[in-house]
């Protein structure tokens, strides 16, 4: 979607390195979500942003979002290679509820 | 609850013939969006129903696509005829509707049109 970008588009990061992902949006997020994707399977949920200014953690994954730069970031921290997958922005930008576009993922590799 | 289901989860179809995808979203989830991926336009949304009626089709990409929501248990997305550039990967997600809330995703229907 040329609505959401993401970058980098690949990672290859060593197994113990931290990691940040971006996602940018080109009109207003109204929410603002994280999905994980292994290769041949569905996405699934990661974490789910509303706020400016929100940010929200999982075991070793912070979600941030900054609703005035209509960006967000993830940041994976002493990364596995259990974390590798694709990782997809989705987001609310027309306020239909869950009305999801999404950014054209980020595919991270992780070295052990 | 056994989540989303999608049926077949692999679908190998030659050139013309009618291909029709099947979704079972979780139950009380009253959102269904169809989903297509592929590896040069990502992840892109096709139809959304809510309450069983499509709000928006805009993504679909022309009339050989088609789509219906008979009750609440059940979806369908329809390739009439198909062709070579219709192979990808289709997911089916459901979720609550208006509520800010997740959207749960299918394992995926992978097309290929030979």
């Known amino acids: 979607s040329q609505e959401l970008e993401q970058s980098p588009q690949s990672l290859i990061v060593q197994e113990g390195k931290n990691l940040t992902i971006n996602c940018t949006s080109s009109?207003?997020?109204?929410?603002l979500y994280w999905y994980k994707q292994k290769y041949g399977e569905g996405l699934i949920f990661l974490m789910m942003?509303?706020?400016?200014?929100e940010e929200k953690s999982h075991e070793k994954i912070t979600a941030k979002l900054d609703e005035k730069k209509q960006q967000s970031s993830l940041h994976i921290t002493a990364s596995q290679p259990s974390h590798a997958g694709i990782y997809l922005c989705g987001a609310d930008i027309g306020n239909a509820g869950n009305m999801l576009t999404f950014g054209g993922g980020t595919r991270l590799m992780v070295k052990p | 609850d056994a989540g989303v289901i999608q049926s077949p989860r692999h679908e190998v179809t030659e050139m013309g013939q009618e291909v029709t995808l099947r979704c079972k979203p979780i139950?009380?989830?009253?959102?269904l969006f169809w989903y297509r991926q592929t590896m040069m336009r990502g992840l892109e949304l096709l139809i959304y129903?809510?309450?069983?009626?499509?709000?928006?089709d805009s993504g679909m990409p022309e009339d050989r696509f088609s789509a219906k929501m008979p009750n609440a248990s059940f979806s369908t997305l329809k390739i009439q005829p198909s062709e070579p550039r219709d192979s990808a990967v289709y997911f089916c997600?459901?979720?609550?509707?208006?509520?800010?809330?997740?959207?749960?995703f299918g394992q995926g229907t992978r097309l290929t049109v030979v």
């Open positions: 139950s009380g989830h009253n959102s």
């Open positions: 997600a459901s979720s609550f509707a208006g509520g800010n809330t997740e959207a749960f």
């Open positions: 009109k207003t997020l109204y929410g």
């Open positions: 942003l509303q706020k400016g200014g």
């Open positions: 129903f809510n309450n069983n009626v499509p709000i928006d």
